[in-house]
């Protein structure tokens, strides 16, 4: 995915009660938050290998987090929070497996599962993206997330 965390950050915010604290900064956060590792690749790393074999793009770091921080967040009555912000990471770990690849059996294996290979038909890579079938679902993430966002006052 290209574009279109954020807004599936937006979209599980408006599925939940706003009961939960910091609902929406968090789910929206949780959205972007593996694509951090785009700070390192371009300033630090010089884009020298895949971005998605950062430790923000292996969802065994994220068990391990969780198995660590979810008891803490308990006791912390920040349950609900934290697991909100868990799964806006995984539904990002998730919109990147479609043509990005992800390592989902790391660390036993440093292979990247994609469902669909994106060719690079084009001059650049966010070109042949922009430009595949795939690219259908961030054009609908992204009207759903408007759709929600333009019916706000509606709602309460």
Known sequence: ML???????????????????????????????????????????????????????????????AVVALPLALWLSYLRTALVFLAAILIHLM????GGGIMWGAPFSDRLFELVTVPPNHGHWIVSFMLHWTFLAEIAIWSAALALWLRRDLAT
Do not use: E, N
């Not at 965390?5 to 408006?14: F, Q």
């Not at 919109?95 to 479609?98: F, G, K, S, V, Y």
């Open 95 to 98: 919109l990147d497996t479609i």
């Open 3 to 65: 574009t279109a965390h954020l807004p599936s950050g937006y979209l599980l915010a408006r599925s939940l009660p706003r009961t939960i604290p910091a609902l929406m900064p968090v789910a929206l956060i949780g959205a972007v938050f593996p694509d951090i590792d785009m700070l390192w690749f371009h300033f630090v790393d010089g884009r020298a290998f895949h971005h998605h074999r950062y430790w923000v793009h292996i969802p065994a770091f994220w068990v391990a987090l």
